[in-house]
């Protein structure tokens, strides 16, 4: 079954088309990633799907609800996880997960406990998010996430700024979300994140799905060794405005 399907999606910002009619489907229990220059829409997609931007035009649904009319329903069974650390950075680490917790209504004591410990955060869960690195900040907002025991866990560049050390920590950590029936969307920047974590991929540019499959079918298909030469022969070497 498919987690999230997309028909046809459309979304403009006044003469600027950010997304323009893509087709795709999220399969149940996968780590489907996009990829794509700066602007080329993946932000976009990813807003709609968590419902912080409206669908335009086209079809949207997400665990199986409508997007475009029941998008309370939506947020409320995925988590969110941004690429900007929006943490309370006056609250501790447990307090952080216990705020977001009385948002979603959700059981606090216990549920804390365990995602501190998935989180490998136990032994900090008296600090103020300032004083974690930036790994243990990126592990805090997925506990953060996860509050609600999501289906669907949505991920805006998740190891962006980090150390090699602190990328695989979080690679760990999504694998074990995903090997516990957690559906994992994702952009990325890094081809080598998108190749080590991604069962399947959508490669964007200026709005449009122009390269779609599994890390293994696209290196085939274009004939690269690597996901990044798929990347470049697919988008050019230019940089973008």
């Given at each position: 079954?498919?987690?999230?399907?997309?028909?046809?999606?459309?979304?403009?910002?006044?003469?600027?088309?950010?997304?323009?009619?893509?087709?795709?489907?999220?399969?149940?229990?996968?780590?489907?990633?996009?990829l794509g220059p700066n602007g080329a829409g993946k932000t976009t997609t990813?807003?709609?799907?968590?419902?912080?931007?409206?669908?335009?035009?086209?079809?949207?649904r997400v665990l199986g609800l409508d997007a475009r009319k029941e998008r309370r329903k939506v947020k409320s069974r995925l988590g969110v996880v941004p690429?900007?650390?929006?943490?309370?950075?006056?609250?501790?680490?447990?307090?952080n997960l216990v705020q977001q917790a009385l948002y979603?209504?959700?059981q606090a004591d216990g549920r804390i406990d365990e995602l501190l410990a998935l989180a490998q955060l136990g032994q900090r869960s008296a600090s103020k998010?300032?004083?974690?690195?930036?790994?243990?900040?990126?592990r805090l907002l997925i506990a953060r996430a996860l509050i609600n025991q999501p289906e669907l866990i949505v991920l805006?560049?998740?190891?962006?700024g980090l150390d090699p050390q602190a990328r695989l920590a979080v690679w760990d950590l999504l694998d074990g979300l995903k090997d516990g029936g957690v559906t994992l969307i994702l952009t990325t920047h890094y081809m080598e994140e998108a190749e080590r974590i991604c069962d399947r991929l959508a490669i964007m540019d200026q709005g449009k799905i122009v390269a779609y499959g599994s890390p293994g079918e696209l290196r085939d298909r274009y004939g690269?060794?690597?996901?990044?030469?798929?990347?470049?022969?697919?988008?050019?070497?230019?940089?973008?405005e």
């Open positions: 079954m498919n987690a999230v399907e997309g028909r046809r999606l459309y979304k403009t910002y006044g003469e600027l088309v950010a997304v323009d009619h893509i087709d795709f489907d999220v399969r149940e229990r996968e780590c489907f990633g996009f990813m807003k709609m799907i968590y419902g912080l931007a409206g669908v335009d035009e086209g079809e949207l690429q900007e650390a929006n943490l309370d950075w006056d609250l501790t680490v447990r307090e979603y209504g959700a998010p300032r004083e974690l690195s930036g790994g243990m900040q990126r805006d560049e998740p190891t962006t690269q060794p690597n996901l990044e030469g798929v990347f470049i022969e697919i988008t050019g070497r230019g940089l973008r």
